[in-house]
């Protein structure tokens, strides 16, 4: 998305409905399968055109930049955008946040009300739906009268090119919106913009930016204006990102010695690499040694994984521990044990019409792990589903057994807690 400046260039044309929605088959919570390309085609097409308006998708804008640039300008170029909800697609949720920042009129659908997220599901008008007859009897007449009524709504969206100058301009806001990924804010005045996930602290990507942040909440920090036009609001601004000068100075097989900041039961031990950011040692790695807050320790890097803001630690030997010299420890244990969490490189994804699997390289076996799909988090399900799961990718795994007889291990993946980690609550 680096080619996307959010610069608002395109006016609005008269009747364009943007709709966004998941695309093609999907399985929906209950286990049931729903085309929601072809409920666009034969339900939202015909209402949208009764009602006067015509209804475009991203799949239907042409352009030069990557996939991003038909969303905002069709954004853009709406009278209305029409949001279906339905199985919390993070695009939708982006997309939202893009209205809202214009500041466009919107129309909301859902088959599960859950499915909208929490901080904003209080305060929309939304319209439930499935596929039995009277709910979408009930949606049609809705639908279409929200959308004639919506049009005698006052419109007051943000005038085109709204700063053309690069700069930092440090100033307070309030959040207004707020989903897992991103809070819009808006300052005095009415100016917004986007806070992202990756923009509140260089140690790590907010899983959930819900768990955080919360309407009403007030922030100090900047928008973040580039000489293209682009806008973001940042906690950043002014911080040096210390993440290109870690990726240089610690390449894999370099050796850090550090002191144990904090340790995490089942989990692992984590040591400052340098710049203010900690690398983990994961408990896997630690060969059933136990570490304690004050040891000191020689280390190699095994991996810096810029794009998750993590470091990964090989530990090589105990140095000290609270100031005695540590006698040699020997690694115990042959093979993953059960209810262990480690990091998986994901080296073959198969996605099949009822589900699917990855298999995975674990540390140190050469041998690969299953994770089938009836064990991932709902995320990665979803991913898989939508062939977004990427050979080398990698994911946080919890081992469920391990046959030595037969070497094989089965695993499930975890989902992460609020600080970035692997959630612990979900221990087996």
Request: proline letters at 6%; hydrophobic letters at 40%; a negative charge.
């Amino acid at each position: 998305m680096s080619d996307l400046h959010l610069l608002r260039d395109e006016r609005p044309i008269e009747g364009n409905l943007f709709v966004a929605t998941p695309y093609g088959k999907r399985e929906l919570k209950d286990g049931t399968m729903f085309d929601f390309d072809a409920f666009y085609a034969d339900e939202l097409t015909p209402i949208a055109e009764a009602a006067g308006f015509k209804p475009v998708r991203a799949d239907n804008i042409y352009g030069p930049q990557s996939v991003m640039g038909p969303v905002w300008r069709g954004i853009q170029q709406a009278e209305a955008v029409l949001f279906d909800w339905t199985l919390r697609s993070p695009n939708v949720s982006m997309e939202f946040g893009w209205a809202t920042i214009i500041g466009k009129r919107c129309l909301y659908l859902t088959q599960d009300a859950e499915d909208i997220p929490t901080d904003v599901r209080g305060r929309l008008r939304y319209i439930r739906y499935s596929d039995r007859y009277n709910d979408v009897r009930h949606m049609r007449e809705e639908l279409h009268n929200q959308l004639v009524a919506i049009r005698s709504e006052p419109a007051v969206e943000m005038a085109l090119v709204p700063m053309a100058a690069g700069g930092t301009d440090p100033v307070p806001a309030t959040v207004i919106t707020v989903t897992r990924e991103f809070a819009v804010i808006e300052a005095s005045g009415g100016r917004r913009g986007v806070l992202g996930n990756a923009d509140v602290d260089y140690g790590r990507i907010v899983p959930d930016m819900t768990k955080v942040y919360a309407i009403g909440d007030r922030v100090t920090g900047a928008f973040d204006v580039d000489t293209g036009g682009g806008m973001k609001y940042t906690m950043l601004a002014g911080v040096l990102n210390p993440w290109p000068r870690l990726r240089a100075e610690f390449p894999p097989g370099n050796t850090v010695t550090g002191v144990v900041r904090r340790v995490r039961a089942g989990l692992g031990a984590f040591i400052e690499v340098g710049y203010g950011i900690d690398g983990l040692i994961h408990t896997t790695a630690l060969g059933g040694r136990e570490l304690s807050v004050g040891d000191e320790v020689a280390t190699t890097v095994g991996r810096v994984d810029v794009d998750r803001r993590r470091i990964g630690l090989q530990l090589d030997r105990v140095l000290t521990r609270s100031g005695v010299t540590a006698a040699p420890s020997r690694p115990v244990a042959d093979g993953p044990r059960p209810g262990e969490r480690l990091e998986a490189e994901v080296a073959k994804v198969v996605r099949l019409d009822t589900g699917g699997y990855v298999l995975v390289r674990l540390p140190g076996r050469s041998r690969l792990a299953m994770l089938h799909s009836s064990v991932m988090t709902d995320e990665l399900r979803a991913d898989l589903d939508r062939d977004e799961v990427e050979v080398g990718e990698v994911l946080d795994v919890e081992v469920l057994t391990f046959d030595a007889a037969r070497d094989r291990v089965t695993l499930r993946d975890l989902p992460e807690s609020a600080d970035g980690e692997p959630g612990l609550s979900e221990a087996a």
